[in-house]
């Protein structure tokens, strides 16, 4: 799935800010990866990073189209002609799909379920689209970078109720108009699934304009 000359993008948590880095593949092994030096997205720098530092990363398969996310670390240096990083690469069914495009978000407060770390938080949405939503964070132990699973409960105007159980990846935490909110980022979603989300979301936006109100990002 991953080719020499492939562009790799790294997500990097350090001081509670997130950076993103650019880099391409030089080599790879089995569950290595041979990287040349990151380099900041914005501030076209040159980033160093630790040995045993963990990170994110993600990359394009351009036959496909399709995107994937893996978690990773850095497992040391390789001295060549050009320096190299050594990444750690997970087998192919540890990688999570995901989505790259913008789907329209609608605020909407939906019973959910977060569960992390073998542990179940109870809350409610503030917004959701068909690649993530924000929901009410009660619980100052949930961190970003996290991995776990999303329970939704959909309502569609047909009075029928969808139960869907999404991979999914903290990814911010802030705080609106005095609540704390994590967006998550969903994870692996089936065809079936992103269309339901769709549909739920267009519903939503339906509703909102026989309403008159403005309720879409």
Not at 12 to 32: M, Q, V
Not at 116 to 136: L, N, Q, R
């Amino acid at each position: 799935m991953i080719k020499v000359g492939m562009e790799l993008t790294l997500e990097l948590d350090r001081e509670n800010k997130t950076e993103s880095f650019k880099t391409k593949i030089a080599d790879y092994s089995e569950n290595k990866i041979y990287i040349t030096y990151p380099v900041g997205s914005e501030s076209n720098r040159v980033i160093f990073l630790l040995k045993e530092e963990e990170l994110f990363a993600s990359f394009t398969v351009k036959e496909t189209g399709n995107a994937y996310l893996f978690r990773t670390k850095v497992l040391g240096q390789m001295k060549n002609k050009i320096p190299l990083l050594i990444l750690f690469f997970p087998d192919e069914e540890q990688l999570m799909k995901i989505q790259l495009r913008e789907f329209v978000r609608v605020k909407t407060g939906l019973d959910a379920s977060l569960k992390i770390a073998g542990k179940y938080f109870p809350t409610v949405t503030e917004d959701i689209s068909a690649g993530g939503c924000s929901i009410v964070n009660r619980y100052a132990q949930i961190k970003k970078g996290e991995l776990g699973e999303v329970l939704l409960v959909l309502p569609f105007s047909s009075q029928d109720y969808l139960y869907l159980t999404i991979t999914c990846r903290v990814v911010r935490n802030f705080e609106k108009k005095g609540v704390h909110l994590i967006s998550l980022q969903f994870l692996n979603l089936s065809n079936q699934e992103q269309q339901q989300l769709i549909r739920y979301t267009f519903e939503k936006q339906l509703e909102y304009r026989k309403r008159g109100m403005n309720e879409i990002n």
